[in-house]
């Protein structure tokens, strides 16, 4: 069952990053994630980038309080 969510993750990065943002080679994609985010989804992200041979950082943003 893990299996398939991590195939899932790689198929939606895979499409976000290729089809929805058009990742060219040679471009610098900044990945924002919460410390709560599904690291599977972010893996799948810079796979994808890197597939692309575009470069990636991966910047941990804190969570925020509601006020």
């Not at 900044?30 to 910047?59: C, F, H, K, W």
Request: some cysteine; proline content about 3%; hydrophobic content about 45%.
């Amino acid at each position: 069952m893990e299996d398939n969510r991590m195939i899932e993750c790689i198929e939606r990065a895979d499409y976000l990053m290729g089809n929805l943002m058009g990742v060219k080679a040679g471009e610098e994609v900044l990945i924002v994630i919460d410390p709560q985010t599904d690291m599977r989804m972010a893996n799948a992200t810079t796979g994808a980038v890197s597939r692309l041979v575009a470069e990636y950082g991966i910047y941990i943003m804190p969570i925020r309080g509601k006020g």
